[in-house]
């Protein structure tokens, strides 16, 4: 595998054919990796309550007031309790899209009614 050099040395020379290259030794380099992202439900919460507080004020749903107080609570608990966290996180989205829903359809009902009518 290795060639002694006059000087006692052993040495790899350049260009050795496969085969003859030592096995990788593992644990020198770069050290180990990086722990994984767990990012867990903090930027879904950020998300969540942030739109549901948008759409609490500017379309008046609702619905975006008890899912933003999810959301919120949700973030609070993301490090502790990440499982009830993603709960809350999931029950948030589901009052966003009720309120999403519902507040078209009133829309359509008044408008298709013509109570928009001017």
């Known amino acids: 595998m290795s060639q002694e050099d006059p000087s006692g040395y052993p040495y790899q020379p350049y260009g050795a054919p496969y085969g003859q290259q030592p096995p990788p030794q593992y644990g020198y380099g770069y050290g180990a990796p990086p722990p994984p992202r767990d990012e ?3 930027a879904n919460a950020i998300v969540s309550l942030v739109l549901n507080l948008l759409a609490l ?4 749903n609702i619905l975006g007031l008890p899912g933003a107080i999810l959301a919120g609570l949700a ?12 709960s809350m996180v999931m029950w948030s989205w589901v009052l966003f899209g009720l309120g999403f829903v519902l507040t078209i359809g009133i829309f359509l009902f008044l408008g298709l009614n013509g109570y928009l009518d001017d």
Do not use: M, N
């Open 75 to 86: 973030l609070s608990k993301a490090r502790t309790e990440p499982r009830s966290a993603r």
């Open 57 to 60: 004020v500017s379309c008046c």
């Open 40 to 42: 867990g439900p903090t």
